[in-house]
């Protein structure tokens, strides 16, 4: 069922510890394999009524983001189960001790409570299961023996009951999962070589005892092993090479009557440290690891078992930076640990399970019938601007942006026809509308806006040249107004997207009005010379400061007195929250604050005393600030 992995937590108690100097890596891979069932987080549609209706399936993914500190301690492990209560283990920063917190995932949030001692030790491991059974595994604190130990709890809703601990073996590194059958599998070290060792046990909740089967000896040269099972006693088991700087799995099957378990070969699937694994009923997982080596990049990949292997849907992505990294899974929700790189901080966050490349689609039971103006989408501020370069925002290129949810981007051409920031070229906007084209001849029925402005050297042979390639790359996915009395902004969602995807062309400058083409729409700023007279219009207003609590202020400010009327009188249609900041150079640095804390703002928001809503949630490096998972939760909210 479900579990957790690895390695433990904290003491308690340190404050609150935000590194700001980490640098983000470029992310590898896209999006090209696609899940064979329903969307676990779908509400209407099943992936048959995908099919039928043309609409790409793609798979259910996880975007954790940036953590959020909450404690101090070393190697934690965490566990979720299907009623959204959580339970995290870790070892004190300072002593020999092993604390837990219980918790709850509530309104799409992670809520701990306080920290409670329950035993002396290291490198504590923790699961539970649906009926709120808990087993924890630990090793001695002692450095003259090599004992390991259980203990079978409870988890009450706000604390946890626990049995005495009792020695199971010996051995390091112990890590253990347990599901709805109350069938136990534990992993762990040899406490003298790199031999990996498991043993299957089960349960007696009463009595809070587990009858344990022999230790078997699965792998010969492994270190930091982690286990996860499910209700069908399919077992994945993951583990770090003891000197070559890679991840390995095996897939196995659980003989519950013999008590031990039939082995897949041992198989290498990327470079890692500290691997760390949770499984479903239906075979999905989701796997998170440290980089080899020194350094302290975290990652994150998605599969299912097929056979005694897993199928991979994408390469790992980088979501974070620290260590010892824990993930758990429920049908919906996927929740991460880990500590600190260089102190002793531990960090959460949480990802929905969901699909984004089609989250508007499989979200039109809230959203169909609502206008641009009554919905929240996510925005990528100078969109094409991915490349490794100082002017760089986004670090996933146009067709990832898209399959991680965004659906408003920001695009700045130049006299050569590329995408520009300040001094900085990026790519060429042929490169960007091929990626668009390519995404939506996939058959994913979302809106997508495109803005052009700040336009450089365009003079209007430029312009045409401009629109020429738009109509070439994207003519059949234009969207065309069809009542010219009513507003864009107040047409309903699924008027807009009508059979298919469409592609909305906002036009700043006075471009579109004076040469008219139909499916390019002329738009203005709220700050714009004429509001009034724009056929799209978008309170647009930046906070200019590297200061988050400035921006945050100044932002939120600015939306709860937004009115939906420009400075002329005409409509402002959309409110356009900018939470970036604007550093001359390292924009990935400051993104960091305003990231780690987009998706609690947004929990918090309401709609403001003019019924209006946030409609863009623009960011730099967009699938760090979780905006896709809060975009998704605020629709079904408001």
């Known amino acids: 069922m479900k579990k957790r992995i690895s390695y433990g937590w904290g003491v308690a108690r340190a404050g609150a510890v935000f590194s700001l100097l980490i640098v983000l890596v470029l992310f590898s891979g896209c999006k090209k394999d696609f899940l064979k069932e329903p969307n676990a987080y779908q509400q209407v549609n099943t992936e048959q009524t995908l099919k039928n209706t043309g609409v790409q399936s793609s798979y259910k993914d996880v975007q954790f983001g940036l953590s959020t500190n909450y404690d101090t301690g070393d190697h934690v492990s965490v566990a979720i189960n299907k009623q959204g209560r959580l339970v995290e283990v870790h ?154 700087g890679r991840i390995w799995y095996r897939v196995g099957t659980i003989n519950v009557a013999n008590k031990d378990i039939q082995w897949g070969p041992s198989t290498d699937y990327d470079s890692g440290s500290a691997p760390n694994v949770d499984l479903l009923n239906n075979g999905y997982l989701v796997e998170v690891h440290r980089s080899e080596g020194a350094k302290d990049n975290l990652w994150s990949r998605v599969g299912e078992i097929q056979g005694n292997q897993i199928h991979w849907y994408r390469n790992a992505e980088y979501f974070d930076n620290g260590k010892d990294p824990s993930v758990s899974i429920n049908d919906n929700v996927a929740v991460q640990v880990h500590t600190a790189s260089t102190t002793f901080g531990i960090w959460s966050s949480s990802s929905l399970i969901t699909d ?20 929240t989408i996510p925005g990528s501020h100078d969109a094409g601007m991915y490349p490794g370069s100082l002017a760089q925002t986004q670090d996933k290129n146009f067709y990832q942006q898209l399959y991680a949810g965004s659906r408003y981007f920001d695009l700045r051409p130049d006299g050569n026809l590329h995408v520009y920031h300040g001094p900085v070229g990026g790519p060429s906007l042929d490169e960007i509308f091929s990626d668009i084209r390519k995404y939506m001849d996939e058959g994913h029925h979302e809106l997508i806006l495109l803005k052009f402005s700040h336009f450089k050297d365009i003079d209007s042979q430029k312009y045409n040249e401009l629109v020429q390639k738009i109509k070439d790359h994207l003519g059949s996915y234009l969207y065309i107004p069809k009542n010219a009395d009513q507003r864009i902004a107040d047409t309903p969602l699924e008027d807009v997207i009508g059979d298919g995807g469409k592609v909305l062309i906002l036009m700043d400058g006075g471009y579109a009005k004076n040469n008219r083409d139909e499916g390019i729409i002329d738009y203005c700023d709220n700050y714009g010379a004429s509001p009034k007279d724009a056929q799209f219009t978008l309170y647009d207003s930046y ?68 019924g209006k809503v946030p409609n863009i949630l623009y960011v730099d490096y967009m699938q760090l600030s979780r905006a896709t998972d809060a975009a998704i939760t605020m629709n079904q909210r408001f």
């Open 91 to 244: 070892k004190s920063h300072t002593l020999l001790d092993v604390w837990y917190r219980v918790g709850s995932y509530v309104n799409n949030e992670i809520h701990w409570q306080i920290p409670h001692k329950y035993d002396s030790g290291i490198n504590p491991s923790v699961d539970m299961n649906d009926n709120n059974v808990i087993v924890e595994v630990h090793e001695t604190q002692s450095p003259f023996t090599s004992g390991i130990f259980y203990r079978v709890g409870e988890h009450n809703s706000d604390d946890l009951s626990w049995n005495a601990s009792s020695k199971y073996d010996n051995g390091s590194k112990p890590d253990v999962a347990v599901n709805n059958n109350n069938v136990v599998v534990e992993v762990h070290k040899s406490q003298s070589n790199f031999g990996l060792f498991y043993h299957v046990g089960i349960v007696d909740p009463q009595n809070r005892t587990i009858s344990w089967g022999g230790s078997h000896k699965y792998d010969g040269g492994g270190d930091n092993p982690s286990v996860t099972i499910n209700d069908n006693n399919q077992v994945v088991e993951v583990h770090q090479a003891p000197t070559s």
């Open 356 to 375: 984004r490349a089609n989250w508007m689609y499989n979200n039109m039971a809230f959203i169909g019938k609502k206008t641009l103006c009554q919905i």
């Open 543 to 610: 906070s200019n400061t590297k200061d988050y609590d400035k921006m945050r202020s100044d932002q939120l400010n600015k939306y709860y007195n937004f009115t939906g009327v420009a400075k002329d009188g005409g409509c402002s249609d959309l409110f356009l929250l900018s939470w970036t900041l604007t550093p001359v150079t390292d924009v990935a640095k400051y993104s960091k604050p305003a990231n780690g804390r987009l998706y609690h703002e947004m929990q918090a928001i309401m709609p403001n005393s003019s």
